[in-house]
């Protein structure tokens, strides 16, 4: 199994360009989301998927968008990249069965610059 | 909403025993979980505790106190490679699909 693999690993963008972060998981989980991370922030829900077809903000949503079309893939799209946006960003992914759901696996990051 | 403290950093030297506190404050509770990070690496699992009490996973241990609203990962025979962020989170009692993370604490360890 590969687990959560993200792409890409490190970007730059200009300010108001868009981008899609991709996203994809192979152990068949129900659970998806999107995580930011800033120096001293610790780790900032974005959005989340509880099963294809369904998405729902976390703390942080404005600004981003999803969708989760396969139970594989779950991509985040910027949609006009800002400065505020640079940030490390974690996808993860986790079944939703019982104490496991808090079992969560973090893909390894895409680290984004916005100029 | 909920809220989680961890102290911004800890040190210790190789072998020692170290502790690392989460306070949370929730109007619910359904558990609290502990991952590590490495600078440049991806968070991990390392723990949860439901009920009360203590849980060991070899070197590492995790500690509820849902009365205090308090928890703690216990660290023992500290080793270099544990040099890392320790992060707490718990389950958003509005929405138990959101999980909440700590700022975390960063745990230096020195030979």
């Known amino acids: 199994n590969a687990g959560v693999t993200q792409t890409p690993k490190f970007q730059v963008l200009k300010t108001g360009q868009s981008m899609t972060l991709q996203c994809a998981q192979d152990m068949n989980h129900e659970y998806m989301s999107w995580y930011r991370q800033d120096p001293g922030m610790g780790l900032r829900l974005i959005h989340y998927s509880v099963g294809a077809g369904i998405t729902d903000q976390g703390e942080v949503p404005n600004g981003y968008n999803v969708s989760r079309s396969t139970t594989e893939d779950f991509p985040l799209r910027l949609l006009s990249a800002a400065p505020s946006q640079t940030s490390v960003y974690f996808c993860?992914?986790?079944?939703?069965?019982?104490?496991?759901?808090?079992?969560?696996?973090f893909g390894p990051g895409t680290r984004l610059t916005v100029l | 909403g909920q809220s989680l403290e961890q102290p911004s950093e800890v040190t210790a030297v190789e072998g020692a025993i170290v502790q690392i506190n989460c306070t949370y404050q929730?109007?619910?509770?359904?558990?609290l979980s502990w991952y590590q990070q490495h600078d440049g690496g991806a968070p991990t699992f390392l723990s949860y505790?439901?009920?009360?009490g203590l849980e060991e996973t070899g070197r590492f241990s995790s500690f509820l106190s849902r009365s205090d609203s308090y928890g703690y990962l216990l660290l023992q025979e500290l080793q270099m490679k544990d040099s890392a962020s320790y992060f707490c989170a718990v389950r958003d009692t509005g929405n138990t699909d959101k999980l909440i993370f700590g700022t975390g604490t960063r745990l230096q360890v020195f030979p």
């Open positions: 505790n439901a009920l009360d």
């Open positions: 929730t109007s619910g509770f359904y558990g």
């Open positions: 993860a992914s986790s079944t939703r069965l019982g104490s496991s759901y808090n079992e969560q696996f």
